[in-house]
């Protein structure tokens, strides 16, 4: 079985920082694309940003320049450095992750989403 678990999110004034992370356990060979997406009640879930294997980055326009994604391969684990947060980051926060499990099918590759994290922002 594959977890994957968020933390790190709370409570913050305007212009304050948070660090959330994504920690991926269990029976995983690799893990691909990690991401993080947000999601404000009565609407989509939106990317935030994303990070590759190989540390390849991309970023929602609204966070660029703000936010830092990062991951650790070794601990299967991914960052989102969020700083000069705004009422508008507001949101459920999660973790998306491209995971690649050994089976008795062979490799097989699926995502998987962890529960999500509240994040506010008072203003």
């Known amino acids: 079985q594959v977890q994957v678990v968020e933390s790190g999110g709370g409570l913050v004034q305007n212009g304050g920082s948070l660090r959330l992370s994504c920690a991926a356990s269990g029976n995983i060979f690799s893990i691909n694309t990690m991401g993080w997406y947000r999601q404000i009640p009565g609407t989509e879930r939106e990317l935030v940003a994303a990070?590759?294997?190989?540390?390849?980055?991309v970023y929602s326009d609204s966070v660029k320049g703000r936010f830092t994604i990062s991951r650790d391969n070794a601990k299967n684990t991914m960052y989102l450095q969020m700083n000069t947060l705004k009422p508008e980051d507001t949101a459920v926060y999660y973790c998306?992750?491209?995971?690649?499990?050994?089976?008795?099918?062979?490799?097989?590759?699926?995502?998987?989403w962890g529960q999500g994290t509240q994040v506010t922002v008072s203003s």
């Open positions: 990070i590759r294997r190989e540390g390849v980055t």
């Open positions: 998306k992750a491209d995971i690649i499990v050994e089976s008795e099918l062979g490799q097989v590759l699926s995502a998987y």
